[in-house]
Nanobody, 117 residues
Framework: QVQLVESGGGLVQPGDSLRLSCAFSGSFFSMYHMRWYRQAPGKQRELVAALSPGGITKYADSVKGRFTISRDNAKNTAYLQMNSLKTEDTAVYYC???????????WGQGTPEAVSS
């Protein structure tokens, strides 16, 4: 059974940086697509960034050039580096893992992040 635990969220000011972490417990981490989603108050959950096992990345237009998704297979951890944060980045951020072979998907509990002056 896979479990995902996000950490690193908090309150920051516009222009600040923050790094979110997603700790993966289970087997075959390197065989999972890792994704970060976010859900702002009153809005639908949206895909922010995705990283395939082969290293292919995808970003929402709203975060391109500011956010970077990465993974450390030795530590079973995925990251989301967020730079030049804006107030509109305020949301609960969720980690998602999908196994390539089976399409089995898992979610973390979410970590809140607020950008406010």
């Amino acid at each position: 059974q896979v479990q995902l635990v996000e950490s690193g969220g908090g309150l920051v000011q516009p222009g600040d940086s923050l790094r979110l972490s997603c700790a993966f417990s289970g087997s075959f981490f390197s065989m999972y697509h890792m994704r970060w989603y976010r859900q702002a108050p009153g809005k639908q959950r949206e895909l922010v960034a995705a990283l395939s096992p082969g290293g292919i990345t995808k970003y929402a237009d709203s975060v391109k050039g500011r956010f970077t998704i990465s993974r450390d297979n030795a530590k079973n951890t995925a990251y989301l580096q967020m730079n030049s944060l804006k107030t509109e980045d305020t949301a609960v951020y969720y980690c998602n893992a999908v196994r390539v072979a089976t399409a089995s998907g898992y979610w973390g509990q979410g970590t809140p992040e607020a950008v406010s002056s």
